[in-house]
Each structure stands twice: as C-alpha cells, then as structure tokens.
C-alpha cells in the first residue's frame, strides 16, 4: 500500500541553524513528491515537487529537497532557518490514475519550532 | 492570478444537520480535490472531480457528496453531520494538462467546521 512516513512529528531549531525534515514513502511506482507547509489556520502552500530529472529540486523560500530511490527518501533541507520557518511541514506522494490525475497521499507532517 | 477561494471560512453545525461547502479553482484549473484535515486522522483524500464528473473517492461514508458545476467550481457536502465530522476541508485545484500525472496541487485556506 502506498504511504508517507515522518518520523519527527516535532523538531525545534535555533534561528540561523541548518534544517533537514525526513520523509519516507512506500510507492510501487515512479513517485511524484511534494512538500508542503502549512501555517496556523492556513491552507497548505506548496513548497517544492519532484516529477523527474534532477534529484535535488529547489523551492520556495530557500528550501531544496532532494529524492533518493535507493532510500525511498525525499528530505527538506535549508541551510539557514528563519523565525517565520516556523510551521507545519508536509510530505505527500502523488499517486498516478489511469486518467492521467493523481491523488496526494499525506505524511504525518513534522512541526518545526524556531528558537530566536 | 486569484488563488483558489473556498467558502465559508468557518462554520458551526450541530449533530444531525447538513452543510454544503464551496471551492472555486484557480482559473483554468479543471480539475478539483478535496481533503479533511484532523488532529487524528491527518490528511485524507475525500474526492477529485474533473468535467463535472467524480473520478475517484476517498475512504468515507456516502453521506460525503460533491459536485463540479461547468465552470469547474466545486461544492462538497455532508448530511448527518456526525462530531467526527469536525474538521479543515480543504479543496485544491490542478490544471490537469498533458494527462501524464505531472500534476500539482494548489490549495485553498481551507473551510473549518465544527460540529456540536
């Protein structure tokens, strides 16, 4: 069955320190990859995907991920972290239909607090 | 370009009532997904609509139900309300060009209702 695990649901951060977010997804087929953010009462913005070619994709907001097959892992990172980085964190796999749509299949999410 | 719109922002119901949500996409999206948000449950894929038809549903009971009218704009609606029922619906759009899954998901604020 397809799946989307983070192992941390919560991570605190210093201002200024480096962030890496692990995801894990289970998924028979090429993935397609996302990262989502989500703020308090706000809807989800997406941050960055991966459909194919290049393995480490940049985002918004000076997030890059980067899609390991051999360890089924698409990771978040940002060399630097802001105070307004603070937020919910999701990753989701598209899951591909015979009508050429996919569905997004969440993570958990991970909840980041930043220390000024 | 607006973003996707969805209506009411919140809503109070009680036990046994019925309430019908609204989302409008990104103009020149045609395709419309829907998801609930819980503490509990995560994210969960509800139904994606395409040219006014239901292409795929989640794992919820019938009394979820939606529509797309031509325009691509999408109402989702639950009878009975249940306090289970309590939660972030959120719609999201996706041009669904191209037919090959590539597509990405833009989100709306979502809707937060709460059942009493």
């Known amino acids: 069955a397809q799946s989307v695990t983070q192992p941390d649901i919560h991570i605190t951060v210093s201002e200024g320190a480096s962030l890496e977010l692990r995801c894990n997804y289970s998924y028979g087929a090429t993935p397609y990859l996302f990262w989502y953010v989500q703020s308090p009462g706000q809807g989800l913005q997406l941050l960055l995907k991966y459909f194919s070619g290049d393995t480490l994709v940049q985002g918004i907001k000076g997030f890059e991920a980067e899609f390991k097959r051999s360890q089924s892992s698409f990771n978040l990172r940002k060399p630097s972290v802001h105070w307004s980085d603070a937020a919910e964190y999701f990753c989701a796999v598209g899951i591909l239909f015979s009508g050429g749509y996919n569905k997004l299949i969440f993570g958990a999410g991970t909840r980041l607090a930043v220390h000024p | 370009k607006a973003g996707v719109t969805q209506t009411p922002r919140y809503l109070i119901k009680t036990r046994g009532q019925q309430v019908t949500l609204s989302c409008s996409p990104i103009s020149g999206h045609r395709s419309v997904s829907w998801y609930q948000q819980t503490p509990g449950q995560g994210l969960q894929f509800l139904f994606e609509?395409?040219?006014?038809?239901?292409?795929n549903k989640g794992n919820f009971p019938g009394r979820f139900s939606g529509r797309q009218f031509s325009n691509s704009r999408s109402e989702m609606n639950v009878s009975t309300l249940e306090l289970g029922d309590s939660a972030l619906y959120l719609c999201?759009?996706?041009?669904?060009?191209?037919?090959?899954?590539?597509?990405?998901?833009?989100f709306g604020p979502g809707t937060r209702l709460l059942v009493l």
């Open positions: 999201a759009s996706s041009l669904l060009a191209g037919g090959n899954g590539q597509e990405t998901q833009y």
């Open positions: 609509y395409f040219s006014e038809t239901q292409r």
